[in-house]
């Protein structure tokens, strides 16, 4: 139907932290699209959505609708209902989630816009070229999936992965997974030789265009943990990971 393709993409991740950080450094202000600085977020936040291949009508991502989406997060800010204000009603569950995991963290969640921003402006091609794509086992990040992507590409920088392995092999004298032990060598022979995956522990927040990987940012994982560090938001951390397979074998 015509007016099914004219329909705009709903928001990302990616885009609602955008305008979220914006709502949190300037709460009570109005937020007229007439001005500037909305202006400027609306062209930010068009180019997020057309990095992430999304595309919409002659409305898309355009002032007024930055600007209504500020005033829905007023729904969730306990300053404005507590005032007997309600906000816009027309809040969805992903605004809901972006406002319980960031509003109380003003920090990461700056860091995690200027991350987003820098991925973006970027023309590093691991930032611009792949966004489109998803992983389907990999959950997004809470942090969206312009520093998601950012942080893939990192664990599959060949050189450095091959550095980190090196490394790890001379002072271990063999491969094995930092969580759980798996040694593909040894349970799969020649096969397994050499084999394991790498994961970058560097906050996803803090990842910026360009920066270089040090082995120390590398930890190694078999296939399964490092899966399940993934498969769901928000990723484990290592010492999650560790900690939880203790949990499982103390059973
Ligand atoms: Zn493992
Ligand atoms: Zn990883």
Same mark, same amino acid.
């Given at each position: ?6 329909? #705009? ?7 609602? @932290? ?8 300037? &709460?009570?202000?109005?937020?007229? =699209?007439?001005? =500037?600085? @909305? ?8 180019? @997020?959505? !057309? ?7 002659? !409305? ?31 809040? #969805?569950?992903?605004? /809901? ?16 816009? /200027? ?9 590093? &091609? ?9 992983? =389907?086992? %990999? ?47 040894? %349970? ?64």
């Amino acid at each position: 139907m015509a007016q099914e393709t004219k329909r #705009n993409p709903t928001w990302t991740r990616d885009e609602l @932290i955008l305008a979220l950080d914006h709502y949190v450094q300037h &709460p009570s202000v109005s937020h007229d =699209p007439g001005k =500037p600085e @909305i202006m400027q977020l609306a062209k930010d936040i068009s180019a @997020i959505a !057309t990095a992430l291949g999304l595309a919409g009508s002659d !409305t898309f991502r355009n002032a007024n609708g930055v600007s209504m989406k500020l005033l829905n997060f007023r729904a969730h800010d306990p300053d404005y209902t507590s005032r007997g204000q309600s906000g816009l009603k027309r809040g #969805n569950k992903l605004e /809901a989630e972006l406002w319980v995991e960031f509003a109380g963290d003003p920090k990461r969640l700056a860091e995690t816009a /200027a991350a987003i921003r820098a991925g973006i402006a970027a023309s590093d &091609p691991e930032t611009s070229r792949s966004l489109v794509e998803v992983e =389907p086992d %990999i959950a997004e990040a809470e942090e969206g999936r312009v520093v998601t992507r950012m942080h893939r590409s990192r664990e599959r920088n060949r050189k450095i992965v091959a550095r980190k392995k090196a490394d790890f092999e001379k002072k271990h004298g063999r491969l094995f997974c930092e969580a759980c032990g798996f040694d593909f060598a040894a %349970i799969y022979g020649e096969r397994g030789e050499g084999f394991i995956e790498c994961h970058h522990t560097v906050p996803v927040s803090k990842l910026r265009p360009g920066d270089t990987t040090k082995l120390s940012d590398l930890v190694l994982l078999c296939a399964n943990c490092h899966r399940m560090v993934h498969v769901r938001r928000p990723w484990l951390r290592v010492t999650d990971l560790r900690q939880f397979l203790r949990a499982a074998s103390s059973n």
